[in-house]
Nanobody, 127 residues
């Protein structure tokens, strides 16, 4: 079992930045790939970014590539999402998720590939 708690959301103007954190507890954090998803009102949950065990491999949705950066600190059991150049369309509830895997990282982007989820943190971008 892995428990995930997101923080760092809030209200920011377009063009601004926020850094989300996701603190993990429970099973060995470093054995899980991690991901960030988001869900806007009336829309399906969508993949934002993912990272493998070591932090050496990442993948991003096209909509955030070049603006968002996912990273992790296994010593602190925490994964981060640095969000720069925020746009109105980035407004959503952001969720972190944990994906257990063995062998090679397979760049999971589907929500059902992830095993554990946090409760989410609201990010609102204003004009």
């Amino acid at each position: 079992q892995v428990q995930l708690v997101e923080s760092g959301g809030g209200l920011v103007q377009a063009g601004g930045s926020l850094r989300l954190s996701c603190a993990a507890s429970g099973r060995t954090f470093s054995r899980y790939g991690m991901g960030w998803f988001r869900q806007a009102p009336g829309k399906e949950r969508e993949f934002v970014a993912g990272i493998n065990w070591t932090g050496g491999t990442t993948n991003y949705a096209d909509s955030v590539k070049g603006r968002f950066t996912i990273s992790r600190d296994n010593a602190k059991n925490t994964v981060y999402l640095q969000m720069n150049s925020l746009k109105l369309e980035d407004t959503a509830v952001y969720f972190c998720a944990a994906h257990y895997y063995s062998g090679s990282y397979k760049y999971p982007r589907a929500a059902d590939e992830y095993d554990y989820w946090g409760q989410g943190t609201q990010v609102t971008v204003s004009s």
